[in-house]
């Protein structure tokens, strides 16, 4: 059983224009999320990530939302850019008082066109 | 820091022979998965150990797979026998104690088994 979706495995936009990518939960015990970007041929890399206390984090180009009542967030870039073309994971976890796995979602790739 | 250090980077083996993967985790880090990475499943966790210690194995897919970590600066993920259901990139990460943003991911093991 899925417990992070990324329901769309692909993602197209044009350059400069905005890419946004959604992951839905199912455990509501989730109370931390994040995105990984990950390169061919190379590990995921931590991009930015949300507590549950918040429904907005920004950094740059990126802004992560949550809609804790829909069990839903959402990744934005903008602008989008060439280097953004990747493929994108959603996690999530839950603070347990010791350990701290993460939950990965199937990934959605992105293609940013010139 | 290196980062993590996954080791071999590529492997092709036959059918029900074993296959050795190993992992390098950054210094200092107490935490240590094993991910699997497929594109029916996304990335899929293994098994994680907390100071050494497997904490949490219930990811292993068969007893045909079995993961140790000796000391806090090595671990290896062992198939054996392979079958060709097995062929996936395989990641390992660490982070230290507290919260999970840290993960850092090594560059992985492809591993094709024919």
């Known amino acids: 059983d899925q417990q992070v979706k990324q329901n769309s495995p692909s993602l197209s936009v044009q350059e400069g224009r905005i890419s946004i990518l959604n992951c839905d939960y199912t455990?509501?015990?989730?109370?931390?999320f994040l995105w990984y970007k990950k390169y061919p041929a190379e590990g995921p890399t931590f991009l930015i990530s949300i507590s549950s206390i918040k429904d907005k984090n920004e950094d740059g180009r990126f802004t992560v939302f949550l809609n804790k009542s829909a069990k839903h967030l959402s990744l934005h870039i903008v602008p989008s850019q060439p280097g953004d073309s990747a493929v994108y994971f959603c996690?999530?976890?839950?603070?347990?008082?010791?350990?701290?796995?993460?939950?990965f979602g199937k990934g959605i790739t992105l293609s940013v066109r010139p | 820091d290196a980062g993590v250090i996954q080791s071999p980077r590529h492997e092709v083996t036959e059918m029900g022979q074993e296959v050795t993967l190993r992992c390098k985790p950054i210094s200092g880090h107490d935490y240590l998965f094993w991910y699997r990475q497929t594109m029916m499943r996304g990335l899929e966790l293994l098994i994680y150990?907390?100071?050494?210690?497997?904490?949490?194995d219930s990811g292993m897919p068969e007893d045909r797979f079995s993961a140790k970590m000796p000391n806090a600066s090595f671990s290896t993920l062992k198939i054996q026998p392979s079958e060709p259901r097995d062929s996936a990139v395989y990641f390992c990460a660490s982070t230290s104690s507290g919260w999970s943003y840290g993960y850092t991911f090594g560059s992985g093991t492809r591993l094709t088994v024919v």
């Open positions: 996690a999530a976890t839950y603070y347990t008082g010791a350990n701290s796995k993460l939950t």
């Open positions: 455990n509501s015990m989730f109370d931390y």
């Open positions: 150990f907390n100071n050494n210690v497997p904490i949490d």
